[in-house]
């Protein structure tokens, strides 16, 4: 860029309009032109494939690495205007999310996928689209499914809106969906960065060097929103919190029996 | 001796004054009514970037209320609403892209220039032409009507992803009186046109006041209908859109059709100048990828009703993104090529050189607009799609960046070994070359998918796609209406104004803009309304500060334009037909401003378009169509 600036400068200072002088008569240059093609061409090409291998560790890094290797694994669900931070718990695996009872739902379809809370069908009819709002609102705002046998570990109750944890030098994968409209989750002390789209999910790796309490004050790091999510989205604002491996693994790698060695 | 001018294939030679100057099908009245308008929507375009920046310098400033609108909108404490500011920037860059860039553009010199350059008397299809300006209007009058709407106009954004923009901003409420007033006299005057050249009663044409009676019936009808489609901002947004998209695809069809069939003798495809390469190519873009837009607006719309579920409620949400970007990013082509093809002409005319390349030049630009429809996914990178995908789009939007370089170097090389004249319209030219290089080279950087996982959504990006449309297209509309003033107008422009203007709105863009790079190489992001409660970004606001005097400033810069273009045109000096000793046909063949119909005889080529400094003849220009008793050494 500097190199092309100077060389506009220097033409318009060189060939500046003198009387009486004849501009050369010049065509152009097949050489020049195959020169000036394939040479940027060539420097793409490498700066492409360098790409390509930092975007592969970055998004396809639990397909990819070594199954001796045990990531910490973070649900996260952005909504209006919060995000929303479940731990798998034990097992290291997600129950399912974001299933919510419809307005037409006046009989559960069973009590136990709504963790025994009876459908509102002995309400009389007009209260009762104001029951499922409530339950979904309130009782469940994460959708949970309670009967599903891998979600029976996990650490959601006060996933709403909590600082999220995560153990040091330790691949973090963050699993990342929306409940409502599109956000985007952003880490921007780490470089990472997702859209979090609602219905799809999506998943990045990072690996956190450094504790937060090494950090010093603030003592945690800033997750923001991204992607326009309407009008509170610069008060999307979130905390990450880097924490020992020792820590991280009493905290929430213990809920519903012993940690996988 | 010379032919009778083929003056208008409806009804015959133009009679009284509104037939001649309003209701035109010259392709000349039509380009200046483009211009007049697409800058009157750049003023407003402007004021809405103040707005923007004015609230990114003091966030809730109390001691800084927004001035005038703040006490006008009776806001707590003057100060600017988080969703009003939504409404702000995203309506600042709607208007920008589609009512100001890409009308100025391709409406504007794709009518002006292409008759005028390939030796043709008008457009192939001159109501069709006239159309694409009147129709044009209701589709800016439904997108004015968003801001007076309840519930602000449009806040999701330019892209308008949905879900957020299936999400109502009011309910179905009545429209109030001003939208209604507004769309009543654009779908008037659109009716009106067509009524005066396309409504016969028993084999003829309508008196005027049966038009006048059917076009206020026409519109009312069009006034319901769209109240009823557009209740709010965003159906409003997706509305405009849908209508804007046919009247593009009416231009677009005829520049393709009239180059293609109506060069004059000798004309061949490689003798036409660089500009009408661009904007024939730009044609094709806008044939190919505006469908694609219309289709998502009727989708968007009918999810916006509720009657359907394809992108929210359900949907796929990244299938609206899909969809935009397949349209928008050939866009971004449609907003730059014409300005590359345009600043390729002003260049050889003020280097007294033959451009460097030519055919090379149309290669490169038929390259870019063919891998611009195979890039559009570098968009979504980080929206969650799938990342193997991201991988092949990072490969092809890399290659873009090959033919747009091979064009700054044919440029480079064209004012190597030239006789440089320092005009205006060349400065601005020289700027197109020089911003665009910035706002090229920047765009690698996004190309290049890991590193966009940071800067995409923070100001890197505002700072990249302003270098590219403001600094690029934007530097090169000012170079060709410098250039072209006189041809359009009759009138010289003011060289010192001219000057003032360019030098002053070059530092400022400057400052304005290459900050910006500063702050998304921090992070910053894009789309807040407010950062200082953010540790990361918080003290950046002195810089902010900064980037919004030079933004004021940069505003301020355009005064000594408006004072230029409107005063030159009053008081101007009267043009001679050829005032820069350029080649091509619309100097050397006509007078300025140009009669109806063009020329009194059909031009006849003999050579290529720049032939400039030619051994030949002893001065240093060579028009395309004199005729050398020595048969010319040149090849061209």
Redesign the interface.
Known sequence: ?VL??G??VV??VR????AG?????????TR??VL??II??AI??V??FS??Q???A???APESRPPTIRPAKILVIGQMFKWNIIYPGADGEFGQYLVYAKPTDQWWPDRKRHGGVNGPRDLPADQVEFEIERYNTIENPLGKVYDDPRGKDDDYEDALARAMEVPVNRPVDVY?TSK???H?F?L??F??????????M?VFTFTPTMMSEQLGP?GYF?I?C??????????M?GRMVVISQEQYAAKHEMRGGKADP | MSEPPRLNSIDGPPTGWLKRYIYSTDHKIIAMQFLFVSLLFFALGGLLAMLIRWQLAFPGDANHPVPILGRLMDWPGGLMPPDFYNMVFSMHATIMVFFVIIPLLVNVFGNYLIPLKIGARDMAFEFLNGLSFWAGLPAGAIMLAGFFLPGNAASAGWTSYPPLSAIWQNGREAWPLTPIIINFIAAFLCFGYVCAYGVKLRGKFVTGAVSILLSGVAAWGWVVGVRAVAFDGQSAWFLSLLVLGFVSLLGAINYITTVVKLRCPGMTMFRMPLSVWSLFITAILVLLATPVLGAAMVMNLMDHHRLTGFFSDGGVPLLHQHLFWFYSHPAVYIMILPAMGMVSDILPVFSRKPVFGYRPMVYAMASIAFLGFVVWGHHMFQSGMNPALATTFAISSMFIAVPSGVKVFNWLATMWGGNIRFTVPMCNAIAFVSMFVIGGLSGIFMASTPVDIYITDTYFIVAHIHYVLFGGSMFGVFAAIYYWYPKMFGRMMNDKLGYVHFVLTFITFNCTFFAMHILGIAGFPRRYADYTHFELWAHFKPMNQFISYSAFALALSQIPFIINFIGSWIWGRAAPANPWQANTLEWTDVTSPPPRGNFARIPVVHRGPYEYSSPCVAEDWLPQTRVLVEPASAKG
């Open positions: 860029m092309v600036q060389a506009i033409l318009m060939y500046r309009h003198r002088r004849k501009a050369r008569y010049i065509h152009g240059n020049l032109e000036w093609t940027p061409a793409l090409g700066l492409t790409s390509k930092v975007w592969t970055i998004r396809y990342l409502d409209v599109i985007s952003t921007p002390n470089r990472v960065k997702l859209d979090t789209v609602p219905g799809l999506g603030p800033e923001a991204q992607e326009l999510c309407g009008q509170g989205h610069f008060t604002q």
